[in-house]
Each structure stands twice: as structure tokens, then as C-alpha cells.
């Protein structure tokens, strides 16, 4: 698990940032996949789960995550839904206590955010289409919605595909040129014509602080090369593998 020193501080936050190690599941899902839309079997996804929320002292009835589906849509959580249910979106928020919000990720970013004076807590999953479509955006409102204000938010981004992973064709940056020219700055040419790379984690920073945040801090990690810590979809893409694995990041309000 890795963690954070500008969430470490606050004393009624924990939260961790979960790595592909310390779990049950074996082959291409090996060993700490804790992605329940895997084709891993799911008595391991749920072992995984178990152990994961034990780093964190936390029972594994306090996780919830979501139906994932690269949208800007926001879950604002008032208690735990029923182990199998989930409803669909790519960010949740609370301000009640004793509830882990999760995000699982395989490449895209995880995003943890705190105003711990306001007790506000939320969890996004920011892949591109969700972070030019405003999923962090959305999840910003909606912690300001229940008190926070944008200037005591701590942002995190989690490990994800590094900027010299992430080659894409000459259509995409089309939407981010759009947005703003200035996102021209995250994507450098690639050795393939017409292809670039793409700066995620970089394009996701400058969005946290163009929304007012402060402080936004980065695991400086690339789920695409790191096969030992990391799954990474693109990674299994390129190998032809027939599935891949989901790491968890999760963020909790203490009493």
C-alpha cells in the first residue's frame, strides 16, 4: 500500500493507494485484484478486498465501489449499498463517517480528496474520457455541495500509465484542444507519425488547480512498465492477454 504524507496529516483520514501485491489470485490476476468485473474468481476478489481494507484497520463491509463507465457521473454516499450492487458512475463523495470510498483502476488515474476541516471525503476515477468530460469537476461541486471549499481540498492521484506509456493517435487530442490550446503541453511526438504521448497524470494536476485546490500531490508511478507492483490494461492489451487485474485506492472519514 502506498500512502501519502498531505493526506497522512489529517488525523481522521485514512486512505491508501493499493498495489497488485499481498493477495490470493493467481496467474494474470496475481496477486491483490480487487476488480469484482474481472474474470478472476470471485471468492480471491473478495479475499483481496478483505485484506486490502485490513491495512487500513477497516472491515471490508466499509468499502464500496462503484460500476465504473469512464463517466463524469458523481455517487453521493450515504451508506453502504448491497454487497453486488453498485451503481454506475466514476466518483463518489461523503461526509459521513465509516464509510471507504473505492476506486479500481488498471492504467487510468485514481484521484483521493479531502477537506478534513469541512469532513469531506471523495474518491474519482479519471480516465480520459472521464477527465475531459469533467469528472473532477463534478466531484469538486459536489464536495462543496456538502461544505467543502476548493482552497482546504487535498487532492492525491494515484499510480497510473506514465507519459512515456501512453502513445495515442492523431485524433485524441482533438477534445483537450478544444477544452484549451494550452493542453497541447501534455502530449510530445512519439516515434510513429502522427502519434503522440499523453501526460494523464500532468493534465489531471493542472485541472485540480485550475479548480482552486491548492495542494495536489502524485504517486510517481507508471502502472504500464511496473509489472511487478502494477496491473496495467494497455500492458495486457499489447500482450494479448485475455483479462487484467484492478488495483484498489480507497479513502475513509473516521468518526
Known amino acids: 500500500m502506498i500512502s501519502l504524507s498531505a493526506l497522512n496529516d489529517f488525523t481522521r483520514i485514512r486512505h491508501g493507494f493499493f498495489t497488485r ?21 470471485p471468492a480471491a476478489v473478495r479475499e483481496n478486498r478483505t485484506r486490502a481494507m485490513a491495512m487500513l484497520d477497516l472491515p471490508v463491509e466499509s468499502l464500496v465501489t462503484l460500476y465504473q463507465a469512464h463517466t463524469a457521473d458523481v455517487v453521493v454516499v ?9 451503481p454506475t458512475g466514476d466518483a463518489m463523495v461523503t461526509n459521513r463517517p465509516g464509510i471507504a470510498l473505492g476506486i479500481l483502476t488498471a492504467d487510468c488515474t485514481p484521484v483521493l480528496l479531502a477537506d478534513a476541516k469541512a469532513g469531506v471525503v471523495a474518491a474519482a476515477h479519471a480516465g480520459w474520457k472521464g477527465a475531459v468530460g469533467g469528472v473532477l469537476e463534478n466531484t469538486v461541486k459536489a464536495m462543496v455541495a456538502l461544505g467543502a471549499k476548493p482552497a482546504n481540498i487535498v487532492a492525491a492521484t494515484g499510480p497510473c500509465i506514465g507519459h512515456r506509456s501512453y502513445e495515442v493517435g492523431p485524433d485524441f487530442p482533438t477534445p483537450f484542444l478544444a ?8 502530449f510530445a511526438p512519439s516515434s510513429r507519425p502522427g502519434h503522440a504521448l499523453f501526460d494523464l497524470p500532468g493534465y489531471l494536476s493542472r ?14 508511478a507508471d502502472t504500464c512498465r511496473d509489472e511487478q507492483r502494477f496491473f496495467s490494461f494497455r500492458r495486457a492489451t499489447l ?15 473516521d468518526r
Open 21 to 41: 501485491e499481498g493477495g490470493v489470485s493467481q496467474g494474470i490476476h496475481a496477486s491483490l485484484n480487487c476488480g469484482p468485473g474481472s474474470k478472476d474468481d
Open 78 to 86: 450515504t451508506e453502504p449499498w448491497p454487497a453486488g450492487q453498485p
Open 179 to 186: 477544452e484549451d490550446a494550452a493542453n497541447a503541453d501534455f
Open 207 to 220: 485541472k485540480l488547480a485550475r479548480l482552486g485546490l491548492v495542494e495536489v500531490t502524485r504517486v510517481p
Open 239 to 253: 500482450r494479448g492477454e485475455p483479462d487484467y487485474g484492478r488495483q484498489l485506492s480507497a479513502i475513509f472519514l
